[in-house]
């Protein structure tokens, strides 16, 4: 064809009519961009930003590789034609201005497929985290098929468990704290497999009952328990057992693995449904009851009728079926003989009231699910008497009550349990001083030989016990201590616990709170008193009268709730002190053990600082009697022998409490597990100096007061004698700077089982008319302490320095050569300086003058708020030149007391208080 025939090149992006379709068609709030008309102006010599392509199949591709270089497309937005292409400005699409699409559509997008779409491609916004229908069946079914994968290979790596190697035993060796062997015990494994026709019914259907009742029908697991279990697990509690027979067995079973872990519970899980798959239920039960452990080292029923009732199992009636029923939930707690050694809430009379309730409960489970007659379940109404629980003879004498309180450090300070601990492999260093504890022991029954005989006085001499601890102030190691006549014939550990309150060797604490935050203002800001105090001196003078009446701080008379006053008493209703007043020094008042004096002190300081001195010392909270009563400053509290050791420690190093503790080390197979060096620390309790005026003062007692039995020659001893209410408990503590020790005597009844047991009176215990803290208690403290401390050099306490002020001084008993006056007192009221009374040290003249009323009459001068010894309104006498006066005072109505606290040597008559001196 001819030149001249040929027709011209169409313009680019498919001619001009294309090009004006286009650019009618777009959607974009702007003009098509240069380039998309084909005018000369949009070509590149004018300025345009696209090359021109040659033919429309060029364009179409040059727009699937994503159009012009500076506005791509890219599948964003809403373009033109049928591949969507560009934003708002964007073309080169073949929707696009130079496309030959005109509908909207969305570009494809680039890249390849991905094998898991998600975040979803091609979506905008939220919608590109929703999943697809398709991904989240297929996520399910990958679950699940995981899931069937894991149980199958669980399950198959898993076997049924031996009955015969569930039961594992090995010794627990304890040592003596100089390195030698005390004793080995626990090793036995006291277990005897018997066939499932030989265990009662009766037995068989009261664990059922209690335990499982669905049993013979459920497959082996409950997945409610088991999903708690894990539940409980995933959120960092401890792990739960298992809920049916089938999983109790397992877990009895997996005794070499006894982590608390997920994985654990998972293996233990696999177990139980193989068990309940592979196993006849008899046979599971069987296995169970041979297994499981019921205390007293007790493995397997057969083990276990022995064991409480020396029966063989087959014997066992319905009663003892249901008790041993209840000892699977923890022979700790259910045991009649208690357990206080591994935790105190374990008492004797806290279990037995348990134990008797979980036993009622089973034999009514056992009658409501069809499997015992109510006429043979009405049989059943009390515990089974029990036998002794200590048949090892390695325990007896004190060493019985030496492991007992061996085992509760090392259960309560380790993560070791009681069932890994009955179960032994542990070698555990004790404290103990095998001298000092046969020493102790040696003292105990020296008295009980010579003094208490109860076939001659059987009215005054049955049921005497002595309990005994001894401490050293420098670490808070228990030495020695005195438990009970034999371990296997007297459980309770008589130095670990007792009940029987301490009197007035608790005055030392009233003391010590006196010293370290002082008396309360009684002319303050009544809402300001607990901040304006005076800390006091042992100079301080109070009332020494017979049948005081307590005040309160702020002058007013104490009430108990119903309104009435009580009078305080002394021992022999004496009064003691300079008459008419009474007035006596703090140190003559704890040298006399005077109540009154120390029942208003403690008033006047505040008994919640009282009570928090007793704590800071070491005593526990959980055997202190209420503060709400006057009596709590002399001694209605019950701590043990070991605790009140531990507490005069504090004040034997000077100030410093360290915890009571009785093992150094625990070691395993796998190494140490405990060392108590690494976790020792002691605590400020009380400044040096408060705590070694305290320790002076007690010297006093020894030295010339009612502790002088207690003198150890050519040793500084400090120490308190006391004895409550009633003569029902008798107490000395004293202490050496090498050791402190407590010695307690009181009547109970030995038979633990017996709800109605409680403290005698020892009014002609030992042919004496009245036992105190000075007679049998400070005579074992002498000969114990005189051994203990046989070849160690004496020492000296630290030097006490002044404290304090001389609070209740009249300005009349400062020394002539410095008279002064007390800021309370007004002018006309200060008689002359001289006084039959001591009168102060110079270095203590300053006094506060928060002066004692203690008259009968009980609406003295002080009465109508005059701070005079005696004069003012109110009827008491004019100022003489001597400190006597007439009765009255600056706190009127401050004659009498509270009755009957009677106490250690000034131990008066009954009445409100149940305390003791």
Excluded at 92 to 113: F, N, V
Excluded at 223 to 241: D, H, S, V, W
Excluded at 518 to 540: C, F, H, I, N
Aim: aromatic fraction near 8%; charged fraction near 25%; proline fraction near 6%.
């Amino acid at each position: 064809m001819s030149e001249h025939r040929r027709k011209p090149p169409q313009p680019q992006g498919g001619g001009r009519a294309a090009a004006r379709r286009g650019q009618s068609a777009s959607s974009g709030r702007r003009a098509a961009p240069r380039g998309a008309t084909g005018s000369p102006s949009d070509s590149p010599e004018w300025g345009g930003e696209e090359r021109q392509y040659g033919s429309r199949a060029e364009a179409r591709r040059a727009a699937q590789r994503g159009g012009g270089r500076r506005r791509a497309a890219e599948g964003a937005g809403r373009g033109h034609g049928a591949g969507g292409g560009g934003g708002r400005r964007g073309s080169g699409g073949p929707g696009g201005p130079s496309g030959p699409g005109r509908g909207r559509g969305r570009g494809a997008d680039p890249g390849k497929r991905r094998f898991l779409d998600y975040p979803r491609a091609g979506r905008d916004g939220w919608r590109r985290w929703v999943p697809s229908w398709k991904l989240m069946t297929g996520c399910f079914i990958g679950f699940v098929g995981s899931m069937v994968a894991v149980a199958g290979i669980g399950y198959a790596m898993v076997s049924v468990p031996d009955v015969a190697k569930t039961a594992k035993a090995q010794n627990n060796v304890y040592y003596w704290a100089n390195g030698t062997q005390m004793v080995a015990t626990g090793g036995e494994t006291n277990r005897q497999i018997i066939n499932f026709s030989q265990i009662p019914k009766e037995m068989r259907w009261a664990v059922i009952s209690q335990e499982n009742k669905t049993f013979y029908d459920d497959n082996g697991i409950d997945p409610k328990g088991i999903g708690r279990a894990l539940f409980n697990m995933a959120r960092g509690g401890e792990t739960q057992g298992g809920s049916t027979i089938t999983q109790q067995y397992v877990k009895n079973a997996l005794l070499d693995d006894r982590s608390q872990t997920v994985s654990r519970k998972f293996k233990e899980i696999f177990i139980s449904v193989k068990v309940g798959a592979n196993v006849k239920k008899d046979k599971i039960l069987a296995d169970y009851l041979n297994s499981a452990y019921y205390g007293r080292g007790a493995y397997g029923i057969q083990a276990a009728a022995r064991a409480y009732f020396d029966e063989d199992a087959k014997d066992l009636d319905a009663g003892q079926c249901a008790f041993l029923s209840a000892m699977l939930k923890g022979a700790t707690y259910y045991d009649p003989a208690g357990a206080v050694a591994i935790d105190p809430a374990a008492t004797a009379k806290a279990n037995t009231r348990r134990a008797l309730g979980q036993m009622q409960d089973t034999l009514n489970k056992m009658v409501e699910y069809g499997h015992l007659e109510q006429s043979v379940r009405a049989k059943y109404t009390k515990l089974p008497k029990v036998k002794n629980p200590r048949a090892n003879t390695a325990l007896s004498g004190q060493i019985g009550y030496l492991v007992d309180l061996a085992n509760a450090s090392v259960l309560k300070n380790t993560d070791i349990t009681s069932n890994q601990l009955q179960q032994g492999g542990y070698s555990i260093h004790t404290t103990f001083d095998r001298k000092k504890v046969d020493e102790l022991e040696t003292a105990v029954k020296k008295v009980q030989k010579a003094k208490i005989k109860p076939k001659l006085r059987p009215d005054t001499d049955t049921h005497v016990q002595f309990g005994g601890a001894s401490v050293d102030p420098k670490s808070g190691a228990i030495k020695a201590i005195y438990g009970g006549v034999n371990a296997t014939k007297h459980f309770t550990n008589n130095a670990d616990v007792t009940g029987a309150q301490v009197g007035s060797t608790f005055k030392p604490f009233v003391l010590a709170a006196a010293m370290k935050w002082g008396v309360r203002d009684p002319d303050g800001d009544p809402e300001q008193a607990q901040d304006e105090r005076t800390v006091v001196s042992p100079k301080s003078l109070y009332s020494g009268k017979n049948k005081f009446k307590i005040l309160e701080y702020n002058h007013e008379v104490w009430k108990d709730k119903e309104g009435k006053e009580w009078l305080q008493t002394n021992d022999g209703g004496d009064s003691v002190g300079t008459p008419p007043k009474f007035q006596i020094d703090l140190r003559e008042a704890m040298r006399l053990s005077v109540n009154s004096a120390y029942v208003q002190l403690g008033m006047d300081v505040g008994l919640d600082k009282v009570e928090e001195s007793a704590l800071d010392a070491g005593v526990l909270k959980s055997s202190l009697a209420s503060s709400n009563f006057p009596s709590f400053s002399i001694g209605t509290s019950d701590p043990s022998a070991i605790r009140m050791a531990g507490a005069y420690a504090t004040f034997a190093d000077s100030g410093k409490q360290r915890e009571p503790y009785s093992v150094e080390k625990v070691e395993s197979k796998d190494g140490i597990v405990y060392d108590h060096a690494k976790k020792a620390k002691s605590v400020d309790a009380f400044t040096p100096n408060v705590a070694n005026n305290v320790t002076d003062v007690l010297k006093t007692v020894v030295e010339k007061g009612t502790g002088t039995s207690a003198k150890l020659p050519g040793r500084e001893v400090a120490g308190k004698t006391g004895t409550t209410d009633g003569n029902k408990s008798a107490w000395f503590v004293g202490y050496t700077p090498q050791l402190s020790t407590a010695i307690s005597m009181y009547r109970l009844d030995d038979d633990e089982n017996n709800k109605n047991r409680e403290f005698l009176e020892m009014y002609g215990t030992g042919g004496e008319k009245k036992i105190h803290g000075a007679s049998f208690p400070a005579q074992i403290w002498h000969d114990y302490m005189l051994k203990a401390l046989e070849g160690q050099p004496a020492q000296s306490f630290p030097e006490a320095l002044p404290i304090g002020k001389v609070v209740n001084a009249e300005a009349t008993t400062s020394p002539p050569a410095s008279p002064s006056k007390s800021p309370e007192s007004s002018p006309s009221t200060s008689p002359p300086a001289t006084t039959s009374s001591p009168p102060p040290n110079p270095s203590s003249t300053q006094s506060c003058n928060f002066f004692q009323g203690c008259t009968d009459a009980g609406n003295g001068n002080g009465g109508q708020g005059n701070g005079g010894p005696g004069g003012g309104p109110g009827g008491g006498s004019s100022p003489s030149s001597t400190s006597s006066s007439e009765p009255g005072g600056t706190r009127g109505n401050a004659n009498g007391g509270n009755g009957g606290n009677g106490g250690e040597e000034d131990d008066g008559g009954g009445g409100f208080f149940g305390g003791s001196n």
